[in-house]
């Protein structure tokens, strides 16, 4: 909030400012400081298709912590890090202000699913170990966040930018899938839990992010009524789009 109230005054459109910070203060409550008790989950024990996937793609033992790890650079420093670095090349605040969005929507989405379902995660069930995210288990939040912010960055790149379409949309969706590979690989979540993530989080990414570029029209990068000063032999001429 301290960030977006920093620029409110010397931005346009201060009520979309406003209106992601809140978002994001949402998200992060639900992320960070609330917690909802834990109980046994009414969805466990998982289906046969989950324990097969699971068998062969745990990495087990002590690869646990690693795969987890690994998934969390994945997504923290790919697809988070993507959010500002993004809005820098395209030399645009509105493009960070669209992915911060999304990334709150789906996150605000993801947990409010976590809450309500409450299914048990592969770690706790075969384990028996309980913890405060033992029954956060469907759906992955990390592959959520990784195809929405995935999905967007790639049609922002695509659309705005002189990059192969291929390679962009490869790099995205390699990654954001790898991304789920390593949460089943840490053992974290079933193979449903990351399927499902991948289906909301592409759905969030690629509908969000053109509704907001609608809304966001009037920006110089999509077409904006951007003021344009002339100068010739007959004096200074202002041309402002309409």
Same mark, same amino acid.
């Given at each position: 909030?301290?960030?977006?109230?920093?620029?409110?005054?010397?931005?346009?459109?201060?009520?979309?400012?406003?209106? $992601? @910070?809140? %978002?994001?203060?949402?998200? !992060?409550?639900?992320?960070?400081? *609330?917690?909802? /008790?834990?109980?046994?989950?009414?969805?466990?024990?998982?289906? =046969?298709?989950?324990?097969? $996937?699971? %068998?062969?793609? *745990?990495?087990?033992?002590?690869?646990?912590?690693?795969?987890?790890?690994?998934?969390?650079?994945?997504?923290? @420093?790919?697809?988070?890090?993507?959010?500002?670095? !993004?809005?820098?090349?395209?030399?645009? *605040? %509105?493009?960070? +202000?669209?992915?911060?969005?999304? +990334?709150?929507?789906?996150?605000?989405?993801?947990?409010?699913?976590? =809450?309500?379902?409450?299914?048990?995660? /592969? &770690?706790?069930? &075969?384990?028996?170990?309980?913890? %405060?995210?033992?029954?956060?288990?469907?759906?992955? @939040?990390?592959?959520?966040?990784?195809?929405?912010?995935?999905?967007?960055?790639?049609?922002?790149?695509?659309?705005?930018?002189?990059?192969?379409?291929?390679?962009?949309? #490869?790099?995205?969706?390699? +990654?954001?899938?790898?991304?789920?590979?390593?949460?089943?690989?840490?053992?974290?979540?079933?193979?449903?839990?990351?399927?499902?993530?991948? #289906?909301?989080?592409?759905?969030?990414? =690629?509908?969000?992010?053109?509704?907001?570029?609608?809304?966001?029209?009037?920006?110089?990068?999509?077409?904006?009524?951007?003021?344009?000063?002339?100068?010739?032999?007959? @004096?200074?001429?202002?041309? #402002?789009?309409?």
């Amino acid at each position: 909030m301290f960030f977006f109230t920093t620029f409110i005054y010397t931005q346009p459109r201060s009520e979309d400012y406003l209106r $992601v @910070g809140a %978002e994001l203060c949402f998200f !992060s409550y639900t992320q960070f400081v *609330h917690h909802s /008790p834990y109980t046994k989950s009414t969805i466990s024990p998982p289906n =046969n298709f989950d324990s097969y $996937v699971r %068998e062969k793609l *745990h990495w087990g033992g002590s690869k646990d912590r690693l795969a987890s790890g690994i998934s969390d650079i994945l997504l923290y @420093g790919a697809f988070v890090g993507a959010i500002p670095l !993004s809005s820098l090349y395209l030399k645009n *605040h %509105e493009i960070l +202000l669209i992915n911060l969005e999304i +990334l709150s929507i789906n996150g605000l989405i993801t947990n409010i699913v976590k =809450n309500m379902t409450q299914r048990q995660r /592969p &770690y706790s069930f &075969y384990s028996k170990k309980d913890d %405060e995210d033992s029954y956060k288990s469907f759906f992955s @939040g990390h592959t959520s966040t990784a195809f929405a912010i995935g999905t967007s960055t790639a049609k922002m790149l695509t659309n705005y930018s002189d990059i192969d379409k291929k390679i962009v949309w #490869i790099s995205a969706l390699g +990654l954001a899938s790898a991304t789920g590979y390593f949460r089943i690989a840490a053992d974290k979540h079933y193979f449903s839990d990351v399927f499902v993530g991948a #289906i909301v989080g592409s759905l969030i990414g =690629n509908t969000m992010f053109d509704k907001l570029t609608r809304k966001y029209k009037k920006m110089s990068l999509l077409g904006a009524r951007t003021p344009n000063l002339y100068y010739n032999s007959q @004096g200074i001429r202002l041309s #402002i789009a309409l």
